[in-house]
T-cell receptor, first 113, second 114 residues
């Protein structure tokens, strides 16, 4: 089984809808991250969490929120989706101690119509 | 501010030819540097990383990279490319002084022709 899983893998939604993307990991890592990938822009950090009680905004957090339900689970929410949030979203984990290798999930392709 | 530049958006090489992907970074302190590969439909996988020590680092799949502080570069190389190397390659820098974040370049897409 994959160490970092994301659900759903693909989602099409409409403008204004609330969307939640979920990430689970079995690596036992404390640190979890959410990125979005856009063509020509690479990966940009949305939010990151160093433990259940420590959540931090990344480079592009506006329009997003997160919840760290447990060490193994980190969810990303779009409260009111808009078309420019159409992107590929990746969850990643890393062990305690910066810097460390990040392990990425397979991604969620989100389309907002 | 931290930044990572990958000047080449797309590179095409013949199978068996050598490869060099460029990466330049801007960071005020000692950088922690990474190269990741993204195969179609997949997440990113670490190829190699540099934290300190020997400036030539070896990675998986026959890749290597050289850290050159004077040029602020961390170029990725492979002596002989295989068709399976076709993928998107990302350079990244870890920045301790801004909340331990990682900054990624925009990526280089590699096409391998027979």
């Amino acid at each position: 089984d994959a160490d970092v899983t994301q659900t759903p893998r693909n989602r099409i939604t409409k403008t204004g809808k609330r969307i939640m993307l979920e990430c689970s990991q079995t690596k036992g890592h404390d640190r979890m991250y959410w990125y979005r990938q856009d063509p020509g822009l690479g990966l940009r950090l949305i939010y990151y969490s160093f433990d259940v009680k420590d959540i931090n905004k990344g480079e592009i957090s506006d329009g997003y929120s997160v919840s760290r339900q447990a060490q193994a689970k980190f969810s990303l929410s779009l409260e009111s989706a808009i078309p420019n949030q159409t992107a590929l979203y990746f969850c990643a984990t890393s062990d305690t101690g910066f810097p460390d290798t990040q392990y990425f999930g397979p991604g969620t392709r989100l389309t907002v119509l | 501010a931290q930044s990572v530049t990958q000047p080449d958006i797309h590179i095409t090489v013949s199978e068996g030819a050598s490869l060099e992907l460029r990466c330049n970074y801007s960071y005020g302190a000692t950088p922690y540097l990474f190269w990741y590969v993204q195969s179609p439909g997949q997440g990113l996988q670490l190829l190699l990383k540099y934290f300190s020590g020997d400036t030539l680092v070896q990675g998986i799949k026959g890749f290597e990279a050289e850290f050159k502080r004077s040029q602020s570069s961390f170029n990725l190389r492979k002596p002989s490319v295989h068709w399976s190397d076709a993928a998107e390659y990302f350079c990244a820098v870890g920045a301790r002084n801004t909340g331990n974040q990682f900054y990624f370049g925009t990526g280089t897409s590699l096409t391998v022709i027979p």
